[in-house]
């Protein structure tokens, strides 16, 4: 009886070894398959995403894939992408990876610009050099303050060596946002690239074109000043608040700008009509300008 409980035990115990051998064998095969495999969280898109659209959140899910089956240029959070945009002419197609090259921030599309503005406004463009850029340092999303300025004779005027020239000096508008900065190659003057070795490095390049951001009421004035002589930015902070009347109305006042919208409209072949100046609530003042 005592032998039979020695075999007993002895069966049980081998049982449980043989379990134990098959479970790590079972467990290291799971282990080494997996590693292999390399189960990765990517995004993917959810549904097909045309060109030139803005990513949400709503476009895409998460799933884990092999490592070795995710592209070495796709995104794999969603963080890198939302926000951004599908560029022109590469749509997404359902289930896909979202690409490096198929999907750029707002500021590396050529027409940021564009995209940057709010309803109701319109693009200016505006050439700058280093002393009207101040120095290199305005950035897109800053404010100026646009300044007009010309000399007497200097816009097709004939003038003989005798006669004297004039200057006229003074406000446009405040506060005009600026949506993009263009270097001489149509590039954004502040940037990101990728070196060699696939490091982020901020490119900082000589500014030569502005986009601002204006009313089609303002663009009335400020085309025709651009042809008349030269429109000067000046930085200036963003006043929106509680002073902002106050302050546009110094802006108004100190930079005699009602002198300078008058003279543009003054050399114009055809007037600047009543409702522009209402949109610009200059139009009841215009008849007190004397220059």
């Known amino acids: 009886m005592r032998k039979l409980k020695k075999q007993t035990k002895r069966k049980v115990m081998a049982a449980s070894l043989s379990l134990a051998v098959v479970g790590s064998v079972y467990a290291y095969n799971a282990y080494a ?7 990765t969280k990517v995004v993917l898109v959810k549904n097909d995403i045309q060109p030139h659209t ?3 959140e709503e476009m895409i899910f998460e799933r884990e894939v092999p490592g070795k089956a995710i592209p070495p240029n796709a995104f794999t959070t969603k963080e890198q992408i939302v926000g951004k945009y599908t560029t022109e002419g590469f749509g997404i197609s359902a289930n896909s990876f979202f ?9 590396e599309l050529p027409d940021s610009a564009i995209l940057s503005l709010e309803n109701g406004e319109v693009a200016f463009p505006l050439l700058v050099d ?3 850029s101040s120095g290199n340092s305005i950035v897109p999303g800053t404010y100026v303050d646009l300044y007009f300025l010309n000399m007497e004779g200097s816009q097709g005027e004939l003038m003989t060596d005798q006669d004297e020239k004039s200057v006229l000096f003074g406000g446009l508008f405040p506060q005009v946002r600026i949506t993009s900065v263009k270097d001489g190659e149509t590039n954004d003057a ?12 901020e490119i900082k390049s000589a500014a030569r074109l502005y986009t601002l951001a204006v009313t089609p009421a303002q663009l009335q004035y400020l085309n025709r000043a651009k042809k008349l002589g030269t429109i000067m930015p000046v930085a200036s902070q963003n006043y929106e608040g509680e002073n902002d009347t106050k302050l546009r109305t110094n802006f108004n006042q100190i930079s005699d700008q009602m002198v300078i919208l008058k003279y543009i409209e003054d050399k114009s072949k055809n007037k600047i009509s009543e409702h522009v100046k209402q949109q610009l609530n200059v139009g009841k003042n215009f008849n007190s300008v004397k220059q």
């Open 33 to 39: 398959v997996e590693t292999a495999v390399n189960p």
């Open 99 to 107: 690409l490096k090259n198929n999907v750029k921030s707002k500021n």
């Open 130 to 132: 280093l002393e009207t």
């Open 190 to 201: 502040f940037r990101e690239e990728q070196d060699s070795n696939g490091e982020t490095k």
């Open 54 to 56: 803005k990513i949400t």
